[in-house]
């Protein structure tokens, strides 16, 4: 198969079609552990390099730079197999990028999908990243993402993963993020599992620089007999600190969530918050959408849908 077929098979998995992409737009494609495309923009550099262990992603975005369209990345799988990613990211002092990723596995049912990411925003950088990923309705997907991000003075992290088409079948997200000075961490997370799924969350941020604020937020929806289990830590070390971490799961059947906030508060001049909601779907809410003519299944994946996207 030619590299432009894979591409198109791939991009097509998400709806997407190469041609879709205007000239000003950077996108990369990867399939398994193979590299298939690299288009890039000014102040943009990505060099890969493809190893017997999986790929080696470096991306820099440029000091001063501002890429005003989303850059697009395409990781997926056509068949079955491994999928080891290894990302070192840098942004240069006062770039500014929003990356879009989708992650495609919908016509594989056992790939195994690792992660491995190291992230570095110099001085007053800017990285929004949003990650979507689409699965078969076959429980042999594994995903294990892993960051370490570091943020300078005055930048800003903040990333969105969705995981709501198709079984999850195990997630295990493992998050960690130091913060500096003035800088700004959001993290949040929309994962929808059935069957026999099993989704963990962990998601650390350390608001170690003056006046660096965080915002860890998980919406969880559960059926069937999947388990969720989600631990979000803000430790807040530094005088003006301040975070909230925000935990919602909606648990149906027999399914299982856990949800552990931990708020660890060191210095008398931070101020750190918390929330966790766990249940089953708002009777009134429920009953409101039956009366409109609604099923009972079809009002609960309203109610779901609905926190997932909020």
Excluded: W
Excluded at 8 to 17: E, F, G, K, Q, V
Excluded at 36 to 55: D, F, P
Excluded at 86 to 107: D, E, L, P
Excluded at 188 to 204: F, M, P, T
Aim: a negative charge; aromatic letters at 4%; proline letters at 2%.
């Amino acid at each position: 198969m030619s590299n432009q077929s894979a591409i198109d098979r791939l991009l097509s998995t998400i709806n997407m079609h190469s041609h879709s992409f205007d000239e000003g737009t950077a996108h990369v494609e990867i399939h398994g552990n193979q590299v298939l495309n690299t288009t890039l923009v000014e102040g943009l550099k990505v060099e890969s390099q493809e190893t017997s262990r999986g790929v080696d992603v470096d991306i820099l975005v440029e000091a001063g730079t501002v890429i005003e369209q989303p850059v697009y990345f395409c990781f997926g799988m056509l068949e079955n197999g491994l999928q080891h990613i290894r990302m070192n990211v840098r942004f240069g002092a006062k770039a500014k990028a929003h990356f879009i990723s989708h992650c495609s596995f919908s016509n594989a049912t056992e790939v195994e999908h690792i992660m491995d990411a190291d992230i570095h925003l110099e001085p007053g950088a800017e990285y929004r990243y949003f990650e979507r990923h689409v699965h078969s309705m076959d429980s042999g997907i594994k995903v294990i993402p892993k960051a370490k991000v570091q943020l300078e003075e005055s930048s800003r992290f903040a990333t969105e993963f969705e995981l709501i088409k198709g079984r999850v079948g195990l997630i295990d997200i493992d998050y960690e993020a130091e913060c500096g000075p003035h800088s700004v961490l959001e993290l949040l997370s929309r994962i929808s599992g059935r069957q026999d799924d099993v989704i963990k969350i962990r998601e650390a941020g350390k608001l170690s620089g003056e006046y660096s604020r965080g915002v860890l937020t998980s919406n969880i929806a559960v059926r069937d007999r999947a388990q969720a289990l989600i631990q979000n830590e803000l430790t807040a070390t530094a005088a003006g600190a301040v975070g909230h971490v925000d935990c919602n799961e909606i648990v149906q059947d027999e399914a299982q969530a856990k949800a552990i906030p931990i708020v660890d508060v060191r210095h008398p001049k931070a101020h750190v918050t918390h929330e966790a909601a766990i249940g089953s779907v708002d009777s009134k809410q429920l009953q409101t959408l039956m009366s409109r003519g609604l099923s009972e299944d079809e009002a609960v994946e309203m109610i779901i849908q609905g926190l997932l996207r909020k």
